[in-house]
Nanobody, 127 residues
Framework: QVQLQASGGGLVQAGGSLIVSCAASGRTFSNYAVGWFRQAPGKEREFVVAINWNSGSTIYADSVKGRFTISRDDAKNTVYLQMNSLQPEDTAVYYC????????????????????WGQGTQVTVSS
């Protein structure tokens, strides 16, 4: 059983930065892809970014490329999402999630493949 704890987020002005983190308990992220999704009011949950814990490879949504950076801390079993140049359209609840992909798997971007989910953290960007 994997438990994910998301933290960080908050309120920031357009152009500002925030960092959110996702810590796992119960087991390590080995053989998992760890991703961030977001859901704005009235919209479907959308993929933001994910990292293959084994290889370190990443996939970013086009909307956040060049602005967001995902990283990991193996010792802390934690994934971080650094968000720069935030815009009002980035306002959403951000969820971290883990998808078991095995030792040779590749990152998937569909929410339904992610089995473990954190509780979500609100990110609000004011204009």
């Amino acid at each position: 059983q994997v438990q994910l704890q998301a933290s960080g987020g908050g309120l920031v002005q357009a152009g500002g930065s925030l960092i959110v983190s996702c810590a796992a308990s119960g087991r390590t992220f080995s053989n998992y892809a760890v991703g961030w999704f977001r859901q704005a009011p009235g919209k479907e949950r959308e993929f933001v970014v994910a990292i293959n814990w084994n290889s370190g490879s990443t996939i970013y949504a086009d909307s956040v490329k060049g602005r967001f950076t995902i990283s990991r801390d193996d010792a802390k079993n934690t994934v971080y999402l650094q968000m720069n140049s935030l815009q009002p359209e980035d306002t959403a609840v951000y969820y971290c999630a883990a998808d078991y992909i095995g030792p040779w798997g590749t990152i998937r971007t569909m929410a339904r493949t992610y089995y473990y989910w954190g509780q979500g953290t609100q990110v609000t960007v004011s204009s």
